[in-house]
């Protein structure tokens, strides 16, 4: 069982950056596939972003493809996001979540794929 607590957020302009970190308790984090997800103030959590066990596989949702980068440093038990050429649009709160999984390269990108969720983050882009 992994507890993900979430840090980072917070103001930025459009166009610029900011990096999410998101740690984990426990001892086999590089056994959870790890996702960040978001949500705006009347929409549905969206997906953002995903990597697998081992960080050989990424996936990300359309509306952020080349603008933002997840990866996961095992030793550390923390997954990131890094946020580049923000817009006024990816203004929410970010979820990270873990789900454990036997396989290396598994990727879940539905809510349904993940067990355990940190308490969020809150990210505003100003215009």
């Known amino acids: 069982q992994v507890q993900p607590v979430e840090s980072g957020g917070g103001l930025v302009q459009a166009g610029g950056s900011l990096r999410l970190s998101c740690a984990a308790s426990?001892?086999?984090?590089?056994?959870?596939?790890m996702a960040w997800f978001r949500q705006a103030p009347g929409k549905e959590r969206e997906f953002v972003a995903a990597?697998?066990?081992?960080?050989?596989?990424?996936n990300y949702g359309d509306s952020v493809k080349g603008r933002f980068t997840i990866s996961r440093d095992n030793a550390k038990n923390t997954v990131y996001l890094s946020m580049n050429s923000l817009k006024p649009e990816d203004t929410a709160v970010y979820y990270c979540?873990?789900?454990?999984?036997?396989?290396?390269?598994?990727?879940?990108?539905?809510?349904?794929?993940?067990?355990?969720w940190g308490q969020g983050t809150q990210v505003t882009v100003s215009s």
């Open positions: 990597i697998s066990r081992s960080g050989g596989n990424t």
């Open positions: 426990g001892r086999t984090f590089s056994n959870y596939v």
């Open positions: 979540a873990a789900d454990w999984t036997y396989s290396s390269a598994y990727i879940g990108v539905g809510r349904h794929n993940y067990e355990y």
